[in-house]
């Protein structure tokens, strides 16, 4: 399969895995750099000692592009952006933040910049910067999210931008996928359905919790604060919200928050942030990285062979349960 975003990032399918923070570590990413698709290592709050090894890890597995996440409000954004060129990674992607400082330094160094974004503007502000490509992430998505939908989102960046466009939040299989395509972009990033595949490290109880959950089990916290996260529902979930619709002092938020994702790392998916999006409800499943990504293309392509009158008499067939 050949897309504007496998020739730029050298990769064999157009599928990105997400920058789950405390979860995408060097064994994820290199399983999914390794099956064809690109591998990304979450550095928010990592120390450089703990990337080195990361970015290590993921080489022993796969001799193919690997990427590593910079979250520009981190106070050591400066520290990794220098690791992302020393360690000789091949792509970055950046969130929460303009990676205007350290694009030039990315560039001479070979490096491929993808920011993510969750506007048409700053979709824009990040192709005149000199981006290669950008990630845009509808509010379906898992972990902090924006305000628009992808089904919105994505046409409006790809009408914003010449450069590949790679769509994320709500996407977890082939039809996600090919309506993706269908509405402009190159490229797709997946961050919730590699939460339950054996490569992935996070806690047997977040995996159950992710594999259980239903439609209607997310929920947005943080909005007071200006930094809404989306997770699944538990106790944690709920308190939060009580107090923010209570109104109490944005410091009591956020000593809520602090170490929330820690504690569910750790297994506490009661009451820690549980970070999934929208989507968990339709995995189903573990299986592998390789799997994920084979049965993902292999399905959108299935489906883009048809014409909107075989869909339609495809979805009238489907099983009703």
Request: some cysteine; hydrophobic content about 45%; aromatic content about 2%.
């Amino acid at each position: 399969m050949k897309t504007r975003i496998t020739e730029l990032l050298g990769i064999e399918y157009p599928v990105v895995q997400g920058a789950m923070a405390r979860i995408a570590d060097g064994g994820l990413a290199g399983a999914v750099s390794e099956a064809g698709g690109l591998g990304i290592i979450a550095c928010g709050g990592a120390r450089p000692e703990w990337i080195r090894e990361q970015v290590a890890r993921a080489r022993a597995l796969t001799s193919k592009p690997i990427g590593i996440n910079v979250m520009l409000m981190d106070p050591r954004a400066g520290e990794v952006a220098e690791l992302v060129c020393e360690l000789g990674v091949e792509v970055v992607t950046t969130g929460a933040g303009s990676p205007a400082n350290y694009m030039k330094m990315w560039k001479d160094a070979g490096v491929k910049v993808v920011p993510v974004v969750a506007s048409s503007a700053l979709a824009a502000r990040m192709e005149r910067l000199g981006a290669d490509a950008v990630v845009a992430e509808g509010t379906e998505a898992g972990g902090h999210i924006g305000e628009l939908t992808t089904m919105a989102l994505v046409p409006s960046v790809c009408a914003a931008v010449s450069i590949p466009v790679i769509a994320a939040g709500g996407i977890v299989d082939g039809r996600g996928m090919l309506a993706a395509f269908a509405l402009g972009a190159e490229g797709v990033q997946c961050g919730t359905r590699f939460l339950t595949v054996e490569e992935c490290s996070v806690h047997e109880a977040w995996k159950e919790k992710v594999l259980k959950a239903k439609d209607s089990d997310t929920i947005v916290t943080g909005r007071g604060t200006g930094h809404p996260v989306r997770g699944l529902k538990n106790k944690f979930a709920r308190e939060c919200r009580k107090i923010e619709m209570a109104a109490t002092s944005g410091e009591e938020l956020e000593g809520m928050y602090a170490g929330s994702l820690a504690r569910a790392v750790a297994g506490d998916v009661e009451n820690g942030s549980v970070m999934a999006g929208q989507v968990a409800a339709l995995v189903t499943e573990r299986g592998t990285a390789a799997g994920v990504i084979a049965d993902m293309v292999r399905g959108a392509e299935a489906l883009a062979g048809r014409s909107l009158d075989e869909l339609a008499e495809l979805n009238s067939r489907r099983a009703r349960v």
